[in-house]
């Protein structure tokens, strides 16, 4: 009974719109000639009459023709006249997405939706009509299907849902509800959620009243298991369509269907099967391009010129990142990309206790695998998949973390495989392929625009069969790791893993010319660090007689010893070095500033000894050669800074927790004289002391006294110099060194 009504009413609705139809020149037939006739015909009445209606017709009639961009022109000329009209920007936005325009697609059907909300239900008549001459759609509907398809298309498939949701209460016949049904189940399965799209499938029958919209329904049958993908495969074409669109339409279904599936590799043979129809306007075709495109991995799309740097996303890397991100390591969850860290909270949620995530929270505990060594681990397997080692771990590689113990670290990758496998963490990267690969193309833009990479050589000396690759780590967000990893044959990966710590106004990713300090930084690791190992025995006294006057700003850092403390500090020299040989003095300047403030005070002495040794190359072919003249350099830092003032008590003392509330003042005693015109104190915030006047000297200088309120049961910090701060300095102008302060008072009887 119910299929009856319906198909009444679609009847009724042609009746009533039989008219407007004729005058909006409708034209049965098909051909290239009936479309230039059609084209003809409305161009006369716009000429005659460039109303709204008539400028919307003479775009149509352009398209039927394939002449998109003269469509969207006349769209736009149309909207200048009148600009309140939500037909035109839903035909604009219909002919970019046809023109792969889908941000501008989605920004004319927002508009759009915007418009005609409150306008009553408004038949849209077809261009193409139906054999039964019959509209099967309304310009709401029209709308937001285009809305949602240019969203999926875009890859936001929430706001696809959302628009698709919409689209339905619009539909107002089966041919619109099979193929918002169809594009909405699409979307649900992309977004693996498997409950919500079977959910809709209980609408669809057999049996449905449709005037054109077969080859959408088929796809929903088979999807229910009611048609073959071998039947859709093979179509003879609809009456209403060739066997072209017909294949472009249902292929890109089945496409889906294996993709799905987890047959990937099919999917891809009948997207491609797709693009060699000549249906190029096809809704499926453009989406079989789209996927096509994102299936792709990064490391396929050519790079310009010969540059030695690799841009690449690395599935071994976020497979560790995401290992140790479940596990809690704080450095692995600082991702800044909403879209991904949604997705893997989503696709991982039942894996947080997995065996090897445990394993990782207990290597974390255990042996401080954290930072560069998990990233250590991941350049040192084949693939993210059968986690095979690159280099046997038997004997040691030199350059795999040294927390990793080897039986530790084998036990790890087979608990590993298993998480690869039970996760399908194969199909997470395949979905996120669109991501990965819109921020390598950003990445390497940039640095094929602004980086050098041949600088390491004419700074560090020639590294022959070294090879630069750059991965950008969605889940670091700004931490960034130099690994390296040497090969049997004697070659060498160095590898930037760089934080993703920028994001557009979309939420993806984006990089500016900050990066590629940090792009340098990590590279010179892999310069830096074996030297420091080489001659470890050399800077150990003067590194350990340097760390305890900034352990505690080094250690904030995630740099707890003194050896790593000398990783870093010949690193940033080298980058500001990097930095005057490409931007000049006053950038290196700059950059020296940056460094100091994280108080490696000092970078801009070291930088200058390497200035030197840069202007010196004949002396000193390569930096292992100046060597002798760096461990000097800290030899004489550890003795000068052995010489700085240093603070003998405090009132309140440092650390303590029991401060009386009603101290009026904080007390520091120096062991010598203090220059008594400068001093700094530095902090800020609520939990920096109030200070009530001027601090001030006496005892000739030996003794500060600073007024303060405090109040009850609160934490108080602050530094007494800082890098870039020396105002505390002795009468001979010796600078304190800088000591974080910190203290709490008691809470109120």
Request: charge should be positive; glycine fraction near 8%; hydrophobic fraction near 35%.
């Amino acid at each position: 009974m119910s299929n009856n009504m319906t198909l009444t009413k679609t009847l009724l609705w042609g009746f009533l719109f039989f008219i407007i139809f004729t005058a909006a020149g409708y034209s049965q037939g098909s051909g290239k000639k009936t479309a230039l006739k059609n084209y003809e015909l409305a161009k006369k009445k716009f000429e005659a009459n460039p109303n709204e209606e008539n400028t919307i017709w003479l775009g149509r009639r352009t398209a039927y023709l394939g002449k998109y961009k003269q469509a969207i022109e006349i769209y736009t000329n149309g909207l200048e006249k009148f600009p309140g009209s939500y037909r035109l920007y839903r035909h604009r936005g219909h002919r970019y997405i046809t023109t792969r325009k889908f941000k501008k697609a989605i920004a004319d059907l927002k508009k759009a939706a915007q418009l005609v909300h409150g306008q009553p239900l408004e038949i849209e008549a077809d261009g193409i009509p139906n054999p039964a001459n019959i509209p099967v759609s309304n310009t709401q509907f029209n709308i937001w299907y285009h809305l949602g398809l240019a969203y999926y298309l875009s890859g936001d498939f929430e706001q696809a849902v959302s628009a698709y949701r919409e689209c339905l209460q619009w539909c107002k016949n089966d041919d619109s509800r099979v193929a918002t049904v169809d594009w909405l189940y699409m979307t649900y399965r992309r977004m693996n959620n498997t409950k919500a799209a079977q959910a809709l499938l209980i609408q669809i029958k057999e049996d449905m009243n449709l005037l054109e919209n077969h080859s959408y329904h088929n796809r929903l049958l088979m999807y229910k298991g009611l048609k073959t993908p071998a039947s859709l495969l093979n179509p003879k074409g609809d009456s209403q369509s060739d066997p072209g669109l017909t294949f472009a339409t249902q292929g890109y279904g089945v496409g889906n269907w294996y993709y799905y599936n987890g047959q990937k590799e099919k999917a891809g043979e009948i997207f491609a099967k797709v693009l060699k129809s000549k249906s190029r306007a096809a809704f499926g075709y453009i989406a079989a391009e789209v996927d096509l495109e994102n299936m792709k991995p990064a490391s396929e799309f050519p790079a310009a010129g010969e540059s030695p740097l690799k841009v690449m996303t690395d599935p071994r890397v976020e497979l560790m990142s995401l290992i140790f991100h479940l596990a809690g390591n704080p450095e692995y969850n600082r991702g800044r990309v909403p879209s991904y860290n949604k997705d893997i909270q989503n696709y991982f949620a039942g894996f947080k206790e997995h065996a090897v995530v445990k394993k990782a929270r207990r290597l974390r505990q255990t042996r401080g695998v954290s930072y560069d060594a998990v990233m250590s681990m991941a350049v040192h397997v084949t693939d993210a998949y059968s986690l095979q080692e690159k280099v046997l771990f038997h004997p040691r590689p030199e350059n795999l973390g040294k927390r990793w113990k080897i039986i530790e670290a084998r036990e790890f990758l087979y608990d590993a495989r298993k998480f690869v496998e039970e996760s399908n963490f194969k199909g997470f990267i395949e979905n996120q392929q669109k991501l990965y690969n819109a921020t390598v193309l950003r990445l390497r833009k940039l640095l094929q625009e602004k980086g050098r990479i041949d600088w390491f050589d004419k700074f560090f000396g020639r590294r022959p069969g070294a090879r630069f690759i750059v991965v950008p780590g969605l889940l670091n967000g700004g931490h960034s790791f130099g690994v390296r990893i040497k090969l049997p044959d004697g070659s060498e990966e160095l590898y930037c893993i760089l934080g993703t710590w920028l994001i557009d106004k979309n939420g993806r990713p984006t990089f500016d010319e900050s990066v590629l300090s940090m792009v340098i930084h990590e590279f010179c690791h892999s310069y830096v660090n074996p030297m420091v190992d080489k001659y470890e025995s050399l800077l150990k006294e003067a590194g350990k007689k340097i760390f305890p006057y900034v352990a505690e700003a080094m250690r904030r850092q995630a740099y707890p010893d003194w050896k790593i403390m000398m990783y870093e500090s010949l690193v940033r020299a080298g980058v500001v070095r990097y930095v005057h040989a490409v931007n000049g003095p006053g950038a290196a300047k700059k950059q020296t500033r940056e460094e100091v403030k994280r108080e490696f005070l000092w970078t801009e002495n070291l930088a200058n000894l390497l200035g030197e040794y840069e202007n010196q190359r004949s002396k000193y072919p390569d930096l292992d050669a100046f060597f002798p003249r760096i461990h000097a350099f800290f030899n004489e830092y550890a003795a000068s800074i052995e010489k700085t003032p240093k603070i003998v008590s405090m009132i309140p003392a440092n650390g303590a927790t029991d401060v009386d509330p009603a101290l009026q003042s904080i007390t520091i005693a120096f062991d010598r004289p203090m220059n008594e015109n400068t001093w700094s104190v530095v902090g800020g915030g609520e939990h920096f002391p109030r200070i009530d006047g001027k601090p001030s000297f006496h005892s000739k200088g030996m003794i500060l006294t600073i007024p303060v309120t405090l109040k009850p049961g609160w934490t108080y910090e602050f530094r007494l110099n800082s890098g870039i701060h020396q105002g505390f300095m002795s009468k001979t102008g010796v600078p304190l060194m800088p000591v974080h302060v910190q203290f709490k008072t008691r809470a109120e009887q």
